[in-house]
């Protein structure tokens, strides 16, 4: 059993920048994929970003390449999202998610879900 819990979410004008922080519980931390997914107000969920357990892959959506950055700290069982030139379209609900048999780039392949947190970007 992992539990997920995410932090850093807030309101930020465009062009600014937030980290998100995902600490999770657990001993196997370092065997899950990790990954960030959001969610925004009548869309459907979308993926962000994904880690492979060692850290030695990323993977990002197209919307996020260049401005989004995933990294993990297996020593602290935590998984970072550092997001620059943020802009209103990113504005959602951002998941953390730990995927053990998966790359963690599909919700389908996602073993555990933190609760999410609000990022809004003002105009």
């Known amino acids: 059993q992992v539990q997920l819990v995410e932090s850093g979410g807030g309101l930020v004008q465009a062009g600014g920048s937030l980290r998100l922080s995902c600490a999770a519980s657990?001993?196997?931390?370092?065997?899950?994929?990790m990954g960030w997914f959001r969610q925004a107000p009548g869309k459907e969920r979308e993926f962000v970003a994904a880690?492979?357990?060692?850290?030695?892959?990323?993977y990002y959506g197209d919307s996020v390449k260049g401005r989004f950055t995933i990294s993990r700290d297996n020593t602290k069982n935590t998984v970072y999202l550092q997001m620059n030139s943020l802009k209103p379209e990113d504005t959602a609900v951002y998941y953390c998610a730990a995927c053990q048999g998966s790359s963690c780039l599909s919700e389908y392949g996602v073993d555990y879900w933190g609760k999410g947190t609000l990022v809004t970007v003002s105009s």
């Open positions: 657990g001993r196997t931390f370092s065997t899950y994929a």
């Open positions: 880690i492979s357990w060692t850290g030695g892959r990323t």
